[in-house]
């Protein structure tokens, strides 16, 4: 059973650019939630896509947008690119809703912003 | 809102040793608790999690950790480590459902050969 794959692994911006992620949820879950690793402030939830809509949403500015389609796959978008958005960013899926807290993670998209 | 507290940023331990890795959760409710472990380069993956019942829970790799409501912890541990155990550990709670999980800030595990 393949896992959870994330797009692309490794992307280098500038600032005021836009990015967009992509994720492949493990076949079969239907939820697809966003975490952003940094080395001060850890992991924070981004937010959470059940069924293409939006479950959650956590504390992060309106740059920051997600979406998921039809076949459970999911894409977050950051535009405007600040330095600080310098982060490894991981997703996750899970059969159920993501607050049951049994998530599987992807390696990650690592984003340098210059 | 919850929160969750790693003391130890960073661990050392000989292989062989005993491990214990500590999280303290903050919450009203009963909380759903998670370890997960990071290997360099790597997503997270879920060792155990506690959800309700025994307080003593098994997990993956030969992990097991204790939930104890009075001291708000949930400690995770192993009798024996080995080299491949060197990793960054987290603990993370999750209750609401309106924030996602929330993770501590990681211990990172050296082993001593």
């Known amino acids: 059973k393949a896992g959870v794959t994330q797009t692309p692994r490794y992307l280098i911006k500038t600032r005021g650019q836009q990015v967009t992620l992509s994720c492949s949820p493990i076949?079969?879950?239907?939820?697809v939630s966003w975490y952003q690793q940094t080395p001060g402030q850890g992991l924070q939830f981004l937010f959470e896509?059940?069924?293409?809509?939006?479950?959650n949403k956590g504390n992060f500015p309106g740059r920051f947008s997600g979406r998921q389609f039809s076949n459970s796959r999911s894409e977050m978008n950051v535009s405007t690119l600040e330095l600080g958005d310098s982060a490894l960013y991981l997703c996750?899926?899970?059969f159920g809703q993501g607050d049951t807290g049994e998530l599987f993670f992807g390696e990650g998209s690592r984003l340098t912003v210059l | 809102a919850q929160s969750v507290t790693q003391p130890d940023i960073h661990i050392t331990v000989s292989e062989g040793a005993s491990l214990e890795l500590r999280c303290n959760y903050s919450y009203g409710a009963t909380p759903y608790l998670f370890w997960y472990v990071q290997s360099p380069g790597q997503g997270l993956q879920l060792l155990l999690k506690?959800?309700?019942?025994?307080?003593l829970v098994q997990g993956i790799k030969g992990f097991e950790a204790e939930f104890k409501r009075s001291q708000s912890s949930f400690n995770l541990r192993k009798p024996s480590v080995h080299w491949s155990d060197a990793a960054e550990y987290f603990c993370a709670v999750v209750g609401g459902g309106a924030d996602g999980l929330t993770f501590g800030k990681g211990t990172h595990l050296i082993i001593q050969p």
């Open positions: 506690y959800f309700s019942g025994d307080t």
């Open positions: 076949s079969g879950h239907r939820s």
């Open positions: 896509y059940f069924s293409e809509t939006q479950r």
């Open positions: 996750a899926s899970s």
